[in-house]
């Protein structure tokens, strides 16, 4: 509770601690999950969290369509931390949140995430069949696992969460959008983003760009990345290797992560492979045999 000891008696803005260590929010999180009845937790994710949580979906709340709400919340994802990245894809019939970890995030943070997503969301749009499908860090899950689901202050998950919407009903126009509001806040987060990404690490940039070549069927290959950061393949690498990285470490993260999710839609592993860049079906397993081995 130290780190919350502190904002509480800061008098400014200015004196609160530039970084939140993780163990710092562990230690939040335990002090009030002691305090909630079970179901607690997911009954207030799925209350009016849209609109009052202090989160990038909240900036967001105002836009001129639900779908609007989606898509500019999820470009936005560096404003609420550099430890996840959210993607949306858009399909004929649904549109799909996911939100890829760039480290391992205690459970209660994987649950805040979807449980906003799935819970809130609908709350906000006022139509509780707006959620077609649910993955917590690779799980899937119904609705009422998901409101009834406690977290675990000290797991730690790597793997992807992912919400799926009814395109449809996304397309309807949201009664609180606002203008005026909409204006505020692009003038105030457009240079804030700017800025965020300048300082952003090269690990958190080649993630990134991995989950935007992927879907966009680009090669993910190391010189392809590095291209799309305006680098050279050379530079790319000594900077990762000052973090402690490794391309080829990151790809297999991001593989692991993308390969279970589809998994849980398509049993076609040789067309899963392809579209990870694999050109053998054998290298996918072994690489998901052995990120299983670790888990375990």
């Given at each position: 509770?130290?780190?919350?000891?502190?904002?509480?008696?800061?008098?400014?803005?200015?004196?609160?601690?530039?970084?939140?260590?993780?163990?710092?929010?562990?230690?939040?999180?335990?002090?009030?999950?002691?305090?909630?009845?079970?179901?607690?937790?997911?009954?207030?994710?799925?209350?009016?969290?849209?609109?009052?949580?202090?989160?990038?979906?909240?900036?967001?709340?105002?836009?001129?369509?639900?779908?609007?709400?989606?898509?500019?919340?999820?470009?936005?994802?560096?404003?609420?931390?550099?430890?996840?990245?959210?993607?949306?894809?858009?399909?004929?019939?649904?549109?799909?949140?996911?939100?890829?970890?760039?480290?391992?995030?205690?459970?209660?943070?994987?649950?805040?995430?979807?449980?906003?997503?799935?819970?809130?969301?609908?709350?906000?749009?006022?139509?509780?069949?707006l959620v077609r499908s649910?993955?917590?860090?690779?799980?899937?899950?119904?609705?009422?696992?998901l409101a009834a689901c406690?977290?675990?202050?000290?797991?730690?998950?790597?793997?992807?969460?992912?919400?799926?919407?009814?395109?449809?009903?996304?397309?309807?126009?949201?009664?609180?959008?606002?203008?005026?509001?909409?204006?505020?806040?692009?003038?105030?987060?457009?240079?804030?983003?700017?800025?965020?990404?300048?300082?952003?690490?090269?690990?958190?940039?080649?993630?990134?760009?991995?989950?935007?070549?992927?879907?966009?069927?680009?090669?993910?290959?190391?010189?392809?990345?590095?291209?799309?950061?305006h680098t050279e393949k050379?530079?790319?690498?000594?900077?990762?290797?000052?973090?402690?990285?490794?391309?080829?470490?990151?790809?297999?993260?991001?593989?692991?992560?993308?390969?279970?999710?589809?998994?849980?839609?398509?049993?076609?592993?040789?067309?899963?492979?392809?579209?990870?860049?694999?050109?053998?079906?054998?290298?996918?397993?072994?690489?998901?045999?052995?990120?299983?081995?670790?888990?375990?």
């Amino acid at each position: 509770m130290a780190w919350f000891d502190r904002v509480s008696s800061s008098a400014s803005i200015d004196a609160l601690p530039e970084r939140i260590s993780p163990r710092d929010l562990s230690a939040l999180h335990q002090a009030i999950q002691c305090q909630l009845l079970p179901g607690q937790w997911g009954r207030f994710w799925g209350k009016d969290s849209f609109q009052y949580a202090p989160t990038v979906w909240t900036l967001c709340a105002a836009a001129p369509t639900f779908d609007e709400v989606l898509s500019s919340g999820a470009r936005l994802s560096l404003l609420d931390s550099s430890a996840f990245i959210f993607s949306l894809q858009k399909r004929l019939e649904t549109v799909s949140v996911t939100i890829y970890p760039i480290v391992a995030l205690a459970e209660w943070q994987h649950l805040m995430l979807v449980q906003q997503l799935a819970l809130g969301f609908p709350r906000l749009v006022g139509n509780q069949n707006l959620v077609r499908s649910v993955v917590l860090s690779g799980r899937p899950q119904t609705i009422k696992q998901l409101a009834a689901c406690e977290p675990s202050a000290c797991r730690e998950l790597i793997g992807a969460s992912e919400v799926v919407f009814d395109r449809a009903i996304l397309e309807l126009k949201n009664p609180a959008a606002s203008e005026s509001w909409e204006v505020i806040t692009r003038s105030v987060i457009e240079p804030l983003m700017g800025l965020r990404l300048k300082q952003q690490s090269a690990t958190y940039r080649v993630i990134k760009v991995l989950i935007d070549h992927c879907a966009a069927g680009v090669p993910l290959d190391m010189v392809s990345v590095a291209v799309a950061l305006h680098t050279e393949k050379s530079t790319l690498r000594r900077r990762l290797k000052a973090e402690g990285q490794s391309f080829s470490r990151l790809l297999a993260q991001f593989r692991i992560q993308e390969a279970g999710l589809r998994l849980l839609k398509d049993d076609d592993l040789a067309q899963i492979s392809h579209s990870l860049g694999y050109q053998s079906v054998i290298s996918l397993r072994r690489l998901l045999k052995d990120a299983r081995k670790v888990a375990a």
